[in-house]
């Protein structure tokens, strides 16, 4: 980048908001190492450096807490890396309205620490918290457990101020908990990974926090008992905020089943009010019996809560060194015959494999571990479960793995016909293709 | 109408026969007239032809005629719509999916149904009823309305306000592309690959093509329900115990408000209980789990009554609750007994506003010389003010259209919006500037071109535009399904 760019640049932010050379080591994306990182403090600097952006022709990577940076294609062009992490204030919270208005690059617990300190909590709990930013967990469409009962970002986003590729600001949605005016934009930049648009500010709905939150975590010997399991928790009257499922080789490996031989377990949440969440407990323990269980314990406090982070980032925690991170999306009746597949198929590529799924909504995480030195059996298994997944009607995200591997293994799978309108609106809202360009979806 | 010639119209009449048949194809003037309004009746707008498709490649052979030929062309589900969305703004082709009803599956285990667009909204929940289960959200209307035009309009109800409205819960969509090209959007699994191409079709009113098959989750009905009565002596205190109720931290499934105008009007007709002389009831609906129900319509009463409520009343048995959301649900038909005529408004605020906006509803109204009833989902936020007129007096219908622009106003000046369940179509394309930016407009067109880039699919909408054929006004009638008594406004 001319230095004449890079001194307008810092004529936006300032000169101690932008780093270059050395100082972007933490920026470097699948080997590539951008020409400079740069953190507006202010919706009109994104504003201008889009403008400049756009002028220019530069690459523009928006970041947040880089938590899912590493999701995707390797990018075409690494131009400017855009780091939303000063835009981290909490514009406006109206208890009575249940909502909330937020700058995009506040952490996810500074936000939720703000509003438990008024008794409410925006409904998502991706892995991550204390790094992931709210427009990040947007823009990735980031979720965690309790998405089984309070839905993902599509169900929370009621309104959304981003930065288009030309640096217009947009606002799609609004504040109000319903709305029906016009194009329901914001469900556009959910998931969109930051190729439409550049979050800035998001409001949300809210909910009351729960008096009680337990985790009644139920152990099989099979990990097929679970599939069982879960099929009669969805037939009855218990409504669990979460219905999680990790395999034998999850449960060791992040030492939730400590002394038990178990196939796989059962995790189920309840929170609301206390008697609620007692009579939940009672009855998930009684309707479970009835499925053979070898282990059954009831969770509270910190021993929850470190429960809950282990399923959330499985990747990170079950092996010491993940080879690879895919995510399936499946019918949830069939999520355990999947993952009992997948595991077969890891083990005649000779690895192996640990596996979490949300399971009645059939959202599956599966961590690759082994292979040595060599990317090829990584690259076999990834194949086979990509056909699998395919096999079953689902849909597959390569959410993690070496360059190597991403050389011989796609991200995401092809879009098919609907592809078509994605690439239109792509060009529509970034004709210059300069925002995360090559990254997303069908080279988008 | 278009300006046709008589040879065109002709030969488009027989490839038009060519794909439905001679049965399925309607011209004739009287006949084409049935469909050139919806629930809206201040404007008309008149189909050169009206076609009933009976599957998604009869659609997609219609859509491809449409487009080669450059006729303008609009989806029509049961014409219950109140902002004129399926109106033949330039004439062209209303395509009917009345013959499109099919429940194609019902899949239990994964709590989901595949449906056709022309299927009816009630009919759903009657059909997975038997087992337990039903489909979630329930406008007003849904003994006629389709679930397509619920799709379109991103549809809401009284329980949206605990369950979220239609977009919450569809997973995936089966469309016919203004082009003719059958593609699906998402599907059976979730967080779909790509852009959430079936986030933005919901409630594209129709502008994005056809929706053919319809993906929708099933809901398990509740173990236990609790239904509560409060009336307040001032409209202000029914207003401020809608918030006390939010913040004792309770998600009621129903938060419905009848200002004193509706109420008397409800109790001369049907005598549903509700006490004459207060100037506000809520209506509050509590349900899911048996156990602590109690406790939360405990929290309720108490919230109302701190809140100032003169009376709360808990319903004791399935008739009383009955009895009490036929107070609220036959509101309309019951306007009917103090006014020739009433349109109904939509608006949203953010729920804490209430107080205000409602004075300035009460006092817009009053110096356009007109009565107003308010009956709406007080827990949203989403006002549904119905002003009260005498069609045949000169001029009132326009000072009721006026009244009802002020009152938008007032809505986006709080943080609000033009509409909370009915949609833009014709009747608010002009207020869209109220809450959108020059910017904000252009995003949402540069995303209509990339589905519907010829302008040929429902032209005319949604956007300001000069060329059009529609008529306006004078023109209150009620809804056919009104007179039959199926369903009141909300
Ligand atoms: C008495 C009464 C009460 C009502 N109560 C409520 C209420 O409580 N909540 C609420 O939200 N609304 C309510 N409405 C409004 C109306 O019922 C809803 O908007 C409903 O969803 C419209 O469905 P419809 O089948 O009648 O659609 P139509 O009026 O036929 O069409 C509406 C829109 O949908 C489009 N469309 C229809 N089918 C398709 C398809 N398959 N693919 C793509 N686009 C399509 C049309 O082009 C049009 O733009 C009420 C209306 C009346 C008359």
Redesign the pocket.
């Known amino acids: 980048m001319h230095s004449a760019l890079l001194d307008k640049i810092r004529g936006i932010v300032g000169a101690e908001s932008v780093l270059t050379g050395v100082e972007l080591s933490p920026y470097v994306l699948e080997g590539r190492t951008p020409a400079a990182a740069v953190f507006p403090g202010s919706v009109e600097e994104v504003s201008a450096l889009l403008a400049l952006a756009s002028d220019e022709g530069i690459a523009v990577t928006p970041w947040g807490g880089g938590t899912k940076i590493a999701i995707g294609a390797p990018p075409e062009r690494l131009g400017l890396v855009l780091g939303l992490r000063r835009l981290n204030r909490l514009l406006e919270h109206e208890p009575g309205d249940l909502t909330a208005t937020s700058q995009a690059g506040i952490t996810l617990d500074a936000l939720q620490g703000r509003l438990a300190a008024r008794g409410q909590w925006l409904s998502l709990d991706p892995a991550f918290g204390e790094q992931a930013t709210l427009g990040g967990i947007l823009a990735a469409n980031a979720s965690g457990p309790r998405r089984h009962l309070y839905g993902t970002a599509r169900d929370l986003l009621i309104g959304v101020t981003v930065v288009a590729a030309d640096g217009s600001v947009v606002k799609g949605g609004g504040k109000v908990v319903k709305n029906v005016a016009g194009y329901d934009l914001p469900k556009l930049y959910i998931g969109s990974f930051g190729t439409l648009g550049i979050i800035v500010e998001a409001t949300v709905k809210l909910r009351p926090r729960p008096d009680d939150d337990r985790l009644v975590l139920t152990c099989f010997e099979r990990l097929k008992d679970c599939g069982q399991a879960v099929r009669l928790v969805l037939a009855s009257d218990l409504i669990p905020s979460a219905v999680d499922l990790l395999d034998g080789e999850a449960l060791r490996g992040v030492g939730l089943a400590p002394g038990v031989e178990t196939g796989g377990a059962l995790l189920l949440g309840f929170d609301g009010m206390r008697e609620q969440v007692e009579w939940q407990c009672e009855e998930a323990r009684r309707l479970l019996a009835g499925a053979g269980p070898v282990a059954q314990r009831v969770l509270e406090a910190e021993a929850r809560d470190a429960a809950w982070r282990s399923v959330r980032e499985l990747g990170g925690r079950v092996f010491p060194e993940a080879a690879a991170q895919l995510r399936l999306a499946v019918l949830p009746s069939q999520v355990a015959e999947v993952i009992e597949q997948a595991g077969a198929a890891a083990q005649r590529c000779g690895l192996r494999a640990a596996f979490g799924a949300h399971a009645a909504v059939g959202i599956v995480t599966a961590v690759l571990a082994g292979g040595g030195e060599s990317a090829q059996p990584v690259i076999a298994a990834l194949r086979e479960w990509r056909e699998l997944v395919r096999a079953a009607g689902g849909h597959a995200v390569l959410e993690r793995a070496p360059l190597a591997v991403k050389e011989q293994v796609a991200v995401w799978d092809p879009p098919g016909p609907a592809g078509r309108i994605m690439e239109r609106i792509k060009i529509q809202l970034d004709p210059k293709g300069i925002l995360n360009p090559g990254r997303f979806v069908g080279g988008i | 109408m278009t300006t046709l010639t008589e040879s065109r119209r002709q030969s488009l009449g027989r490839a038009l026969e060519g794909i439905v048949g001679k049965a399925a194809v309607l011209t004739d003037p009287q006949e084409l007239m049935v469909y050139e309004s919806?629930?809206l009746t201040l404007f008309r707008a008149l189909a050169d032809f009206v076609v009933f498709p009976t599957s998604t490649q009869q659609v997609s052979a219609l859509v491809r005629l449409a487009d080669a030929e450059g006729l303008p062309f609009?989806?029509?589900?049961?014409?219950?719509?109140?902002s004129g969305?399926?109106l033949p703004t330039e004439g062209g082709l209303v395509i009917a999916?009345s013959r499109m009803t099919r429940i194609l599956e019902v899949d239990y285990d994964n709590q989901l149904a595949v449906v056709e667009?022309?299927l009816v909204?009630l009919h759903l929940s009657w059909a997975v009823g038997p087992r337990g289960y039903y489909y979630a959200p329930?406008?007003?209307?849904q003994q006629?309305?389709?679930i397509?035009?619920?799709?379109?309009?991103n549809?809401?109800?009284?329980h949206t306000l605990k369950y979220g409205?239609t977009t919450n819960h569809v997973l995936g969509l089966e469309?016919v592309l203004p082009d003719g090209e059958v593609v699906w959007l998402g599907g059976k699994t979730r967080d779909p690959l790509g852009y959430d191409l079936t986030g933005v079709f919901v409630g594209s009113?129709?502008?994005?093509?056809?929706?053919?098959k319809i993906v929708v989750r099933l809901l398990k009905k509740p173990q236990a329900v609790k239904t509560v009565l409060a009336a307040f002596d001032e409209i202000d205190r029914a207003s401020e115990a809608v918030s006390a109720i939010i913040a004792r931290g309770l998600v009621p499934a129903a938060l419905e408000m009848i200002d004193q105008v509706t109420i008397q009007a409800v109790e001369d007709a049907f005598g549903c209980g509700y006490p004459r002389d207060a100037a506000a009831a809520l209506l509050i609906e509590l349900d899911g789990l048996a156990a602590g129900m109690e406790a939360q319509a405990e929290r309720v009463v108490a919230a109302c009554r701190e809140a100032g409520a003169r009376e709360v009343r808990t319903a004791k048995d399935e008739a009383e609750r009955q009895l009490l959301w036929k107070g609220r649900k036959s509101a309309?038909g019951a306007y009917g007994r103090v006014s020739p005529a009433y349109m109904v408004m939509d608006g949203v605020i953010p729920r804490t506003k209430l107080p205000y906006v409602l004075r300035r509803v009460n006092e817009i109204v009053a110096a356009a010389n007109l009565r107003v009833g308010n009956v709406f989902h007080a827990g949203d936020g989403n006002l549904h003010p119905n002003i009260l007129y005498d069609p045949r007096r000169p001029g009132e219908e326009a000072r009721v259209v006026q009244a009802g622009a002020e009152i938008l106003k007032v809505c986006a000046e709080v943080g609000g919006s033009i509409s909370g369940?009915?949609?833009i179509?014709l009747e608010k394309m002009d207020y869209m500037p109220f809450i959108f930016s020059p910017a904000d407009l252009a995003t949402m067109h540069r995303v209509k071109e990339a589905f519907n880039p010829r302008g040929l699919c429902?032209p005319g909408?949604i956007f300001p535009t000069k060329k059009s054929c529609v008529e306006t006004g004078p023109a209150y009638r009620a809804?056919p399904?009104?007179e039959k008594g199926l369903?009141?406004?909300?």
């Open positions: 919806d629930g609009v989806a029509r589900g049961a014409g219950t719509g109140l969305g399926c999916l667009p022309g909204n329930d406008p007003a209307s006629a309305c389709t397509g035009g619920n799709i379109a309009n549809s809401g109800g009284p409205v469309v009113e129709g502008t994005f093509g056809i929706a053919t309309f369940e009915h949609g179509g429902n909408k809804h399904i009104e369903a009141q406004r909300f």
